[in-house]
C-alpha cells in the first residue's frame, strides 16, 4: 500500500463547477500536512497548508480528518486556470511524501 | 530572488555514463532534498539533507549519490547511468524542521540511452 493514496482522477469538469479531492495517509506519526499544484512540465508549488480545523483560502477549502487519516481539497467556481495536477503532501519527521497526484481538467 | 536553481535543465546520457545535477539555492535553508518523478508514481525521495555535512537515503537511493560540503548546495551525482534513471529531477529546499514549504527548483530531465 503507498503511503499517500490519491483519487486516480483525471476530472474533466466545466468552468463554474464545484470538484472535491481525496487524499489518504498510512502513517498516523504524520505531523504537517499540505497541498501543492502542479502544472504541466513545471514544478510543484504549494497551494495550501491543511489544518486540522479545516482551512480555506479564496475558492480553496481544505480539511483534515486525523482518525480517518484523510485529507480533502474542495475547489469551487472553477477556472482554467485551475487546470493541474494537485498533489497531496504529508510531512513526518524530516520527509516530505507525496501522492501520485490528480489531474484536473477544467473545460470552458 | 533566484530560490532553488537546477542545472543542466535537460541531460541526454548513455548508459555507464556519469554525471552531476547541480543545485543551490540563496535562501539559507537547512534542509535539502532530490525527488525523481515518474508518470503515475509520484515524486519518489532519492537523498535528503537536514544541513552541511549531513545526508541520509530516501526512498529510492541506489544509483544516487549527495553530498552537502555548503548550506547552499547539494548535488547529486549518477555515478553509473542506467536506463531506469531516465526521469525528470527535483531539487527542493525547506525551512529547518522540514516542516515548512518546499521550495522546488525548475526541474531537470534526463535521459538515458
Known amino acids: 500500500r503507498k503511503e499517500v493514496e490519491q483519487d486516480p482522477g483525471p476530472f474533466n469538469v466545466p468552468e463554474g463547477a464545484t470538484v472535491a479531492f481525496n487524499c489518504t495517509y498510512s502513517n498516523s506519526a504524520s505531523q504537517s500536512f499540505f497541498w501543492y499544484r502542479q502544472d504541466c512540465r513545471k514544478e510543484p508549488k504549494l497551494l495550501m497548508s491543511?489544518?486540522?480545523s479545516g482551512n480555506e483560502d479564496g475558492r480553496f477549502t481544505a480539511q483534515l480528518n486525523r482518525a480517518s487519516q484523510y485529507i480533502s481539497l474542495l475547489i469551487r467556481d472553477s477556472k482554467l486556470s485551475d487546470s493541474a495536477t494537485y498533489l497531496c503532501v504529508v510531512n513526518y519527521g524530516q520527509n516530505f511524501v507525496f501522492g501520485p497526484g490528480t489531474r484536473l481538467s477544467v473545460l470552458p | 530572488n533566484a530560490g532553488v536553481t537546477q542545472t543542466p535543465k535537460f541531460q541526454v546520457l548513455k548508459t555507464g555514463q556519469s554525471m552531476t545535477l547541480q543545485c543551490a539555492q540563496d535562501?539559507?535553508?537547512?534542509?535539502m532534498s532530490w525527488y525523481r518523478q515518474d508518470p503515475g508514481m509520484g515524486l519518489r525521495l532519492i537523498h535528503y539533507s537536514v544541513g552541511a555535512g549531513i545526508t541520509d537515503q530516501g526512498e529510492v537511493p541506489n544509483g544516487y549519490n549527495v553530498s552537502r560540503s555548503t548550506t547552499e548546495d547539494f548535488p547529486l551525482r549518477l555515478l553509473s547511468a542506467a536506463p531506469s534513471q531516465t526521469s525528470v529531477y527535483f531539487c527542493?529546499?525547506?525551512?529547518?524542521?522540514?516542516?515548512?514549504?518546499?521550495?522546488f527548483g525548475e526541474g531537470s530531465r534526463l535521459t538515458v540511452l
Open positions: 535562501m539559507n535553508h537547512e534542509y
Open positions: 527542493a529546499s525547506s525551512r529547518p524542521g522540514g516542516s515548512g514549504e518546499l521550495f
Open positions: 491543511v489544518y486540522s
